[in-house]
C-alpha cells in the first residue's frame, strides 16, 4: 500500500508564491519519477512538472521560468515551488510517483487546492 500526501495549497494573490509538498509513504522499494498535474474546473487534467530519480526535470510551458520542482530521496517527498502565481494557476493540484511494489504502478495524491485571487 501506497500513499501520497500533499501539502501547502491555499489562497493567494496574483503575483504571489506558494510551495506544495508531496510525501510517499509505504512498504516500497523504489520511487522513479514523480511529479505534479492540476485540473482546474471544465479543464481536463494537465502536466505541469516532473522529475526523475536522478534529478531531471520537465515543465510545462505555461509554467516555466515560473515553477521549480525538486525532490528529497531521502524523505519521499517531492516539493513544487510556484512563483509569480496568475489566476489561471487556480486549480486542484495532484502529485503522483512511478513507485516499484512487487510491480510497477501509478500512484496518486488526493489533490489540494491552489487558488490566485486578489
Known amino acids: 500500500q501506497v500513499q501520497l500526501v500533499e501539502s501547502g495549497g491555499g489562497l493567494v494573490q496574483p503575483g504571489g508564491s506558494l510551495r506544495l509538498s508531496c510525501t510517499a509513504s509505504?512498504?516500497?522499494?523504489?520511487?522513479?519519477?514523480m511529479g505534479w498535474y492540476r485540473q482546474a474546473p471544465e479543464k481536463q487534467r494537465e502536466l505541469v512538472a516532473f522529475?526523475?530519480?536522478?534529478?531531471?526535470?520537465n515543465y510545462a510551458d505555461s509554467v516555466k521560468g515560473r515553477f521549480t520542482i525538486s525532490r528529497d530521496n531521502a524523505k519521499n517527498t517531492v516539493y513544487l515551488q510556484m512563483n509569480s502565481l496568475k489566476p489561471e494557476d487556480t486549480a486542484v493540484y495532484y502529485c503522483?510517483?512511478?513507485?516499484?511494489?512487487?510491480?510497477?504502478?501509478?500512484?496518486w495524491g488526493q489533490g489540494t487546492q491552489v487558488t490566485v485571487s486578489s
Open positions: 522529475i526523475s530519480s536522478g534529478g531531471s526535470t
Open positions: 503522483y510517483a512511478d513507485v516499484l511494489l512487487s510491480s510497477w504502478g501509478n500512484y
Open positions: 509505504g512498504s516500497m522499494f523504489k520511487i522513479n519519477t
